[in-house]
Structures are given as C-alpha cells and as structure tokens.
C-alpha cells in the first residue's frame, strides 16, 4: 500500500494563479482532511470530509475549496492565489466510524507551495 | 475544541528518558488524547493514543492522571533520531471527523 500520497511536491505559483493539489489514500478510509503548516507553526485544518460527496470547513477555510467525488481521493483548489498561502500542505486520512475508537491520521509527504 | 499547552522546547541527551506533559484544563468527556511525532520536511506520525490512566505502546508511554487536566507523553531511553516536534491533540475520535487542534508543539532536541 502507497498510504497516503499527494501530488505535486513541489510548486511555485504567481499571484493570481490558479491551482490544484491532489491527495490521495488507498487504505478504503472514510475521513479525509487538508492542513496547512507555516514555518515553525502547528498544523492548521483548513477542511475536511467525512465521506464522499462532503466536505466541510476547518479552522481556516478561506481562499480555498475542496472535493471528495471519489472516497480516495480528495482535492485542494486554490483559485487566486496569494503570497500570505505560501506554506506546506499536508493531506491526511484516518478511518472514521469504520476504525472503531482510534484517531489515527495517517499523513501524507506534504506539498510545499511559495506563492511570489 | 480542547486547547493544549505544552512546552515550547526540550533537551535531552541519548539514553536518558524524557517526559513531555501537555495540560488540556476543558477537556471534555468523551476526548481522547493523541500524541503525535513530526520529522522536518514529513508529516506527522502518530505515537500513541489513550483516555485514562496508562497506555504503553512499543515506542512510548502516555500516563493520564484521574482528572485528565494533562497527560505525560514518556520516551524511554531516546536516541538521536528521537529528534522531532511532538503535538498533543484532544477531541473526540468519531464525531466532527475527529477535528483537534495541533498547536505549536514541543520541539525535542536529543545530544550526544
């Protein structure tokens, strides 16, 4: 099993720029989950989904948007970026209802985006 | 959400044991807390997992007291490559998709 694996590594964007960062798991888990981390900061939940088709609102939402279409999949849309999202993403899963009392995320390699 | 304190850094030496207390005073009912370890340039792995008194895994201990107002994260005997960012999360494993916050963590610098 991959785990949890995302896609691109490594990007570098203009102000104004669109873009979309893929995350995918292949461990059949429920809950999905998108944080951003600044240098020397904690994560930060920016959203996640419960299951496919849902999505909700972290700790900080704005600028982006999200889709699960497909329960392994889970994706991150930047539609006009700017500087002040420049920071490395990480995408995480854990199994949800299905993994009984445990809250294991599993976490992915991050995507370290600068946005100039 | 609970919110979590923990020291800001730590050292330690090889061999030795250390000992990170996280104090989380609005922990609910139904929290669990969670420890989590984090390389440079990786995401977070997770280290341990419990709700009351002790749990010991291969890699570490994690001792709660009655009041579960804090928790004590114990590495027995660290190495270098014990050398990472520890987080302490509380929330509820199975409702708002298990959600907690990461805070800035405790970074551990183990020596030689």
């Known amino acids: 099993n991959a785990g949890v694996t995302q896609t691109p590594k490594f990007r570098v964007l203009k102000t104004g720029q669109s873009m979309t960062l893929l995350c995918a798991q292949d461990?059949?888990?429920?809950?999905m989950y998108w944080y951003r981390q600044d240098p020397g900061m904690g994560l930060r939940l920016i959203h996640y989904s419960v299951g496919e088709g849902t999505t909700a609102k972290g700790e900080v939402p704005d600028g982006y948007n999200v889709s699960r279409l497909k329960k392994q999949n889970f994706l991150l849309g930047l539609e006009s970026a700017a500087p002040s999202q420049t920071s490395v993403y990480f995408c995480?899963?854990?199994?949800?209802?299905?993994?009984?009392?445990?809250?294991?995320?599993?976490f992915g390699p991050g995507t370290r985006l600068t946005v100039t | 959400l609970a919110k979590t304190t923990q020291p800001v850094s730590m050292d330690s030496y090889e061999g030795q044991e250390v000992n990170i207390t996280c104090s989380h005073n609005?922990?609910?009912?139904?929290?669990?807390i969670t420890w989590y370890q984090q390389f440079p340039s990786q995401g977070p792995r997770f280290i341990i997992q419990g709700y009351k008194t002790k749990v010991t895994n291969e890699v570490a201990s994690l001792f709660i007291p009655a009041d579960r107002k804090s928790s004590t994260l114990s590495l027995p005997r660290v190495s270098l490559s014990d050398t990472a960012v520890y987080y302490c999360?509380?929330?509820?494993?199975?409702?708002?998709?298990?959600?907690?916050?990461f805070g800035d963590g405790t970074t551990l610098t183990v020596k030689p």
């Open positions: 609005n922990i609910a009912t139904n929290d669990y």
């Open positions: 461990m059949n888990h429920e809950y």
């Open positions: 995480a899963s854990s199994p949800g209802l299905a993994g009984f009392l445990t809250y294991e995320q599993y």
């Open positions: 999360l509380v929330g509820e494993p199975n409702t708002n998709a298990g959600k907690s916050t």
